[in-house]
């Protein structure tokens, strides 16, 4: 059985940093590649940034040089390092992990950037 469990949400004021981890835990031999989703309030569910086995990385353009993804291996942890937040970031964050090939996901954990 996996469990995948998104931490490291919060409000946080607008120019603020936040970073969130995606661990995998329980029959995880090693994670593949990655991604971090968001469904802000109204909106449909976006990709953010996503990683692969490689550790080549894409980012949706509106976070591009904000947001940085980044997995550590060892850990069965993805990251997700989001500088200079905005308002429109606010949304529920969510990581998809590949493990052996098949897509695993979190219950998400809420971002709110506000003043």
């Known amino acids: 059985q996996v469990q995948i469990v998104e931490s490291g949400g919060g409000l946080v004021q607008p120019g603020g940093s936040l970073r969130l981890s995606c661990l995998a835990s329980?029959?995880?031999?090693?994670?593949?590649?990655a991604a971090w989703y968001r469904r802000g309030p109204g909106k449909p569910r976006e990709l953010v940034a996503s990683?692969?086995?490689?550790?080549?990385?894409t980012y949706t353009d509106s976070v591009k040089g904000r947001f940085t993804i980044t997995r550590d291996t060892g850990k069965k942890t993805v990251y997700l390092q989001m500088n200079n937040l905005k308002p429109e970031d606010t949304a529920v964050y969510y990581c998809d992990v590949l493990i052996a090939g098949v897509p695993y996901w979190g219950q998400g954990t809420q971002v709110t950037v506000s003043s």
């Open positions: 990683i692969t086995s490689d550790s080549a990385t």
């Open positions: 329980g029959s995880v031999f090693s994670i593949g590649g």
